[in-house]
């Protein structure tokens, strides 16, 4: 049986009023209602129907997050650069290492922005 959280009390709410039988897995659950257009807004704390929403033109870019063991992410992330650079992305931004906090000290975080090549040429 499912955890009773909000977001799970919400979407079976939901699922009933949809004439949808709810799962017992959250995680089938949720996929099935996001199938059908709708989000969970956890500051609402309600299901949104995204359908009513006009969607923003994609953006293009490519935003990545590199988590890796501390002593690879500087090497990871050059290797991820020559990587993209095969696939005509470009890169536009990189940060600089930043060490996770206990009790993943050990672990570091770069973060990577990729246009295609042709959108900045």
Not at 8 to 31: F, I, T
Not at 63 to 86: F, K, P, S, T, Y
């Amino acid at each position: 049986m499912a955890k009773m959280t909000v977001k799970y009390s919400a979407a079976v709410r939901l699922a009933l009023s949809l004439k949808v039988s709810p799962s017992n897995d959250q995680g089938v659950m949720y996929g099935d209602l996001e199938g059908r257009g709708y989000q969970w807004d956890s500051k609402k704390g309600e299901w949104i129907r995204l359908l009513d929403v006009p969607a923003n033109k994609p953006s293009g870019s490519v935003n990545i997050r590199l988590w890796a063991d501390l002593n690879d992410v500087d090497g990871l992330a050059d290797d991820l650069e020559q990587a993209m650079r095969r696939c005509d992305l470009r890169l536009l931004k990189r940060s600089q290492v930043y060490v996770c906090r206990p009790p993943q000290q050990l672990e570091g975080r770069v973060y990577m922005l990729f246009v295609k090549r042709d959108e900045v040429e």
